[in-house]
């Protein structure tokens, strides 16, 4: 079975710094996507960066980029010059074969 | 498209009660999924379904907990009895298997904005 680990409960960066937020996951499969989700207190779950296994240039989205090492299995969150806004759970998220399986979460704080 | 709506938003209920969450998914996306948020768990997937049927439902924690979609624009999640530890936020998702759009395979969920159900 696929797991995603987050290892970082808490993370928290300077407004306009930079911040990495770290996954890891374990799958036999070649062909996967991975996910980074968004969750501010609001609770909506809101999709913030996508990559292919099979596409070997890390995906990047506006102030979000991500480091995708595929024999590593490695997937990191990098998010540059952090806005207050920024401030919610994060969640990496793999699918397969098999629906999203999602890590535990990082809870990111930005301080002003 | 309103996106994935849920109802209702929030429900507080009695222990022994019966409870009905409702999902409308996105038109035309053919998967629905039914996830449940915990602080201990995270986000744990009860039941999917593919062209309205499901597929795989060894996520539902017991026999209380069942799923139907009776047709590609609802489904239900209902828990029967329910007990205090069903509390959590519940969350319908929906998506097309892969599409090409261009050069590029486009996946991707999206969400509901979930039902925080407490059982008091």
């Known amino acids: 079975a696929q797991t995603v680990t987050q290892s970082q409960p808490e993370m928290s960066v300077q407004e306009a710094e930079t911040v990495t937020l770290s996954c890891t996951y374990d799958?036999?499969?070649?062909?996967?996507?991975l996910f980074w989700y968004k969750q501010p207190p609001s609770r909506q779950m809101i999709l913030v960066i996508r990559?292919?296994?099979?596409?070997?240039q890390n995906a990047t989205e506006n102030r979000f980029s991500v480091n995708f090492q595929k024999a590593a299995k490695s997937f990191s969150l990098k998010i540059s010059d952090s806005q207050l806004g920024d401030a919610a759970m994060y969640f990496c998220?793999?699918?397969?074969?098999?629906?999203?399986?999602f890590g535990k979460g990082t809870r990111l704080s930005v301080i002003a | 498209d309103a996106g994935v709506i849920q109802s209702p938003r929030h429900e507080v209920t009695e222990m022994g009660q019966e409870v009905t969450l409702r999902c409308k998914p996105i038109?035309?996306?053919?998967?629905l999924f039914w996830y449940r948020q915990t602080m201990m768990r995270g986000l744990e997937l009860l039941i999917y379904?593919?062209?309205?049927?499901?597929?795989?439902d060894s996520g539902m924690p017991e026999d209380r907990f069942s799923a139907k979609m009776p047709n590609a624009s609802f489904s239900t999640l209902k828990i029967q009895p329910s007990e205090p530890r069903d509390s959590a936020v519940y969350f319908c998702?929906?998506?097309?298997?892969?599409?090409?759009?261009?050069?590029?395979?486009?996946?991707?969920?999206?969400f509901g904005s979930g039902t925080r159900l407490t059982v008091v």
């Open positions: 998702a929906s998506s097309l298997a892969p599409v090409l759009q261009g050069a590029e395979l486009v996946y991707g969920y999206t």
């Open positions: 799958t036999s499969e070649s062909d996967y996507y």
């Open positions: 990559q292919e296994a099979y596409k070997q």
């Open positions: 998220a793999f699918s397969g074969n098999t629906p999203l399986v």
């Open positions: 038109s035309g996306h053919d998967y």
């Open positions: 379904f593919n062209n309205n049927v499901p597929i795989d």
